[in-house]
């Protein structure tokens, strides 16, 4: 079961006459499925008047016209994007990954420069299996992230830019590598905690389904 794509796949090995106990399985184990699928959080769809989970908390989309940029407001918990109704997901997409990319980049620079290091490139992506990765190759420092990492709790934001810093001057998960990201930020325990926990709500951001 593949919970971060909301889908559950089966695997046929070999031949093809296989298919039919696959079917048979599916068939019986039916109901299990369901519960697995229905267990996972509500899809957050990028539609008017939806709810969105952005910064850890549950904002409303609103599209009120068709041009103007793209905004939220914390007052009122309402994330603000102008769009026609057939390019508003699209657009909300975009504007939270822009979102994503300014805090990443901001919490990036801020742990980096404080261990001495350089980052050459950021990326911010649609990854679905991890919140970050950190590749250290002689032409460069390259720290990747997820974009929904803009739907979680600042804080937890922040423990990942720390962590993939942290990578840069340690390139395991050693314990001296926990030592320095304890060093950088006092919320690992809590950050890791709430990532474990809300993950698949992470993947319900712009799911249809
Ligand atoms: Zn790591």
């Not at 889908?7 to 070999?14: K, L, N, S």
């Not at 979102?99 to 950021?122: F, M, P, S």
């Not at 950050?191 to 474990?196: E, I, S, V």
Request: charged share 25%.
């Amino acid at each position: 079961m593949d919970t971060a794509g909301r889908t559950i796949a089966v695997t046929v090995p070999g031949h093809q006459r296989r298919l039919k106990s696959a079917q048979k399985f599916v068939r019986e184990k039916y109901d299990w499925i369901l519960v697995q699928l229905e267990a996972l959080p509500a899809a957050q769809p990028f539609i008017q008047g939806g709810n969105i989970l952005f910064r850890g908390e549950t904002y409303k989309l609103h599209s009120p016209s068709e041009r103007g940029h793209p905004s939220y407001d914390e007052q009122s918990k309402r994330l603000i994007v102008p769009a026609h109704p057939d390019t508003l997901s699209g657009r909300t997409k975009r504007f939270l990954i822009r979102e994503a990319r300014e805090a990443l980049t901001n919490c990036t620079y801020v742990h980096a420069g404080a261990l001495g290091k350089r980052v050459d490139k950021i990326s911010v992506r649609d990854t679905s299996t991890r919140w970050g990765s950190c590749v250290s190759r002689k032409t460069g420092n390259h720290i990747s992230y997820s974009w929904r990492l803009i739907c979680a709790p600042p804080f937890v934001l922040d423990y990942v830019a720390a962590h993939e810093c942290a990578h840069l001057v340690h390139a395991d998960h050693s314990k001296n590598f926990w030592r320095l990201c304890n060093d950088m930020v006092d919320t690992v325990k809590p950050a890791k905690a709430w990532l474990r926990k809300h993950a698949d709500q992470l993947h319900a951001v712009g799911a249809t389904r």
